[in-house]
């Protein structure tokens, strides 16, 4: 991993995940010392969060990804759900039964293992 934020965003996530909890943006930017009001580091974060689910994908887990939220909606935004649908992870589910299937997916395998670390 690079000194880019990415491995403190990325213990963040293994936090949440197994703590049973989710985490916003916002926190989660503050963990990289990322300000994500600020469009340029935003769009960091968001890098640093495809390369985990990225990972994820290649090793056959569930997206780590998940637990992160937006505060306004208690859902992942629109760019995980996108995501998802381009590895053709979404089937005919909707949004929120994706995510709350996704996000039981990840708190089991974070609850009994320990995945390796992406690179």
Do not use: C
């Not at 995980?80 to 708190?107: I, N, P, T």
């Amino acid at each position: 991993m690079t000194d880019d934020g990415h491995e403190r965003v990325y213990d963040r996530l293994v936090a949440a995940a197994r703590a049973r909890a989710v985490v916003t943006y916002t926190e989660l930017g503050k963990s990289a010392d990322l300000d994500v009001s600020d469009l340029a580091q935003l769009d960091r974060l968001v890098k640093i969060l495809d390369r985990i689910a990225a990972a994820d994908i290649r090793a056959n887990r569930p997206l780590l990804v998940a637990v992160v939220i937006r505060a306004d909606r208690g859902m992942p935004s629109k760019g995980f759900f996108d995501f998802a649908r381009q590895h053709r992870l979404m089937k005919r589910q909707d949004e929120m039964g994706f995510f709350a299937s996704e996000l039981s997916r990840v708190y089991a395998a974070w609850a009994v293992s320990q995945p390796e670390r992406p690179s």
